[in-house]
Structures are given as structure tokens and as C-alpha cells.
């Protein structure tokens, strides 16, 4: 199972991104997907979260200015960034949680590489 993120740049204050995470290897079920963020030498950070039922929640920091949404059938999930602040800039991550394979394999969390978003002042 691999988790590809997409969609990271630079943009100004005030700026909109659209990230990108899709799933891959036969994947039959997984509880939620979420996307974290990590500035170095910081933790890392939960941004938001949707469940496989469709449900979404959001950190305090992004409540109002992203959105996640999820394509089931495509095994993917969108967060939409808009208003950005330079605060926002880091490493984006997205993860699966409690994922399960056709094959019967199970994982409690996978993880993708991340993208990093950039927002200048």
C-alpha cells in the first residue's frame, strides 16, 4: 500500500492550494484518511480528517480556510487550502488509518512521503 501526495508549492498570503493524496495497492477498506503537517524541528501536527462514512474534522488553526474531501472510488483525498498564511507553511502529509487489502493484509497507518507548501508574506 502507497500513499502519493501532490499539489505542493509556493504561493503568497491570502493564496489558495489544492493537495492531492491517492492511494494504491488493492485496497478494499480503510477507516480515514487525514493530512499532518510538520515544519522541521517541530511535531507534527494533525490538519484534518475524513472518515470512509464521509464525516470531516477539522484543527482549530485551518477551521474555515480547508477543506478535505475524499473519492472513495479512487482511493483519494483532496484538501483544498485557501486564505493561506505564512503559518501554513510546511511539510504536508497525508495518512490511512486501519487500512485493509484485498489480499486480507492489514495496516494500522500509512503514510506518504509529503509535499511541502510554501507561503510567503
Known amino acids: 500500500v502507497q500513499l502519493v501526495e501532490s499539489g505542493g508549492g509556493s504561493v503568497q498570503t491570502g493564496g489558495s492550494l489544492s493537495l492531492s493524496c491517492v492511494a494504491s495497492?488493492?485496497?478494499?477498506?480503510?477507516?480515514?484518511m487525514a493530512w499532518h503537517r510538520q515544519v522541521p524541528g517541530k511535531k507534527r501536527e494533525w490538519v484534518a480528517g475524513i472518515t470512509s462514512g464521509g464525516s470531516t474534522i477539522y484543527g482549530d488553526s485551518v477551521k474555515g480556510r480547508f477543506t478535505i474531501s475524499a473519492d472513495n472510488a479512487k482511493n483519494s483525498v483532496l484538501l483544498q487550502m485557501n486564505s493561506l498564511k505564512p503559518e501554513d507553511t510546511a511539510v504536508y502529509y497525508c495518512?490511512?488509518?486501519?487500512?485493509?487489502?484485498?489480499?486480507?493484509?492489514?495496516?494500522?497507518?500509512?503514510w506518504g512521503q509529503g509535499t511541502l507548501v510554501t507561503v510567503s508574506s
Open positions: 495518512n490511512a488509518a486501519r487500512v485493509v487489502t484485498t489480499d486480507g493484509d492489514t495496516y494500522d497507518e500509512v
Open positions: 495497492g488493492h485496497i478494499f477498506s480503510f477507516a480515514g
